[in-house]
């Protein structure tokens, strides 16, 4: 088992940046592939992006592509958001998710078994 807590969230002008950490309690956090979702208010929770257990390979959402960056260090138990040239429509509450063994790179909710409280990001236009 292993549990996750977001942080770095902010309000922030559209064109700018942040950077969203999750952090994860556990020796294991190696053995899981990580993800990223959000959910807007009145919207269903959506696909950010994905990475795996070992980093070497990473998969975007589409209105993300080329503006945000995933990473993780394993030594240090921690995943990364790099946002850059935010938009109004980023705005949402982030959550980090870790999913058990995948054949493939995880891309739906229903694919990750443990989830974080969630962190808050605004953009302001």
């Known amino acids: 088992q292993v549990q996750l807590v977001e942080s770095g969230g902010g309000l922030v002008q559209a064109g700018g940046s942040l950077r969203l950490s999750c952090a994860a309690s556990?020796?294991?956090?190696?053995?899981?592939?990580m993800g990223w979702f959000r959910q807007a208010p009145g919207k269903e929770r959506e696909f950010v992006a994905a990475i795996r257990r070992s980093g070497s390979t990473t998969y975007y959402a589409d209105p993300v592509k080329g503006r945000f960056t995933i990473s993780r260090d394993n030594a240090k138990n921690t995943m990364y958001l790099q946002m850059n040239s935010l938009k109004p429509e980023d705005t949402a509450v982030y959550y980090c998710?870790?999913?058990?063994?995948?054949?493939?790179?995880?891309?739906?909710?229903?694919?990750?078994?443990?989830w974080g409280q969630g962190t808050q990001v605004t953009v302001s236009s």
């Open positions: 556990g020796r294991t956090f190696g053995s899981y592939d």
């Open positions: 998710a870790a999913a058990g063994f995948r054949m493939t790179i995880p891309t739906t909710a229903r694919s990750f078994d443990y």
